[in-house]
């Protein structure tokens, strides 16, 4: 089981950058794929990057090659760097641990983080 928090959210500029973080506390974070979504205010939550439990790399179209996903696993920690911010990126975004074996459990989400990029 997994506690996941989310920081690092607030308001940028459009072009700027933020980095978010995600800390899980618990046990076993290192067989967990891990990933980010986002739901924008009228919007389904879709997912925007995923990175698994060998480090391969997943980005949506929307935020291929603006956005890295990172892990650190003796930290329990993933990262989002997201760079080149636009309004389209503004939505409470979550950081989200699943156990890829058990279908019908060990999912965690956290309670998200609110990026909003205006001018």
């Known amino acids: 089981q997994l506690n996941l928090v989310e920081s690092g959210g607030g308001l940028v500029q459009p072009g700027g950058s933020l980095r978010l973080s995600c800390e899980a506390t618990?046990?076993?974070?290192?067989?967990?794929?891990m990933s980010w979504h986002r739901q924008g205010f009228g919007k389904e939550r879709e997912l925007v990057a995923r990175?698994?439990?060998?480090?391969?790399?997943n980005y949506s179209d929307a935020v291929k090659g603006r956005f890295t996903i990172t892990r650190d696993n003796a930290k329990k920690t993933v990262w989002l760097q997201m760079d080149s911010l636009t309004p389209e990126d503004t939505a409470v975004y979550y950081c989200?641990?699943?156990?890829?074996?058990?279908?019908?459990?060990?999912?965690?989400w956290g309670q998200g983080t609110q990026v909003t990029v205006s001018s």
């Open positions: 989200h641990a699943d156990y890829l074996p058990s279908p019908d459990g060990y999912k965690y």
């Open positions: 618990g046990d076993l974070f290192a067989v967990y794929t």
């Open positions: 990175i698994t439990t060998s480090s391969v790399t």
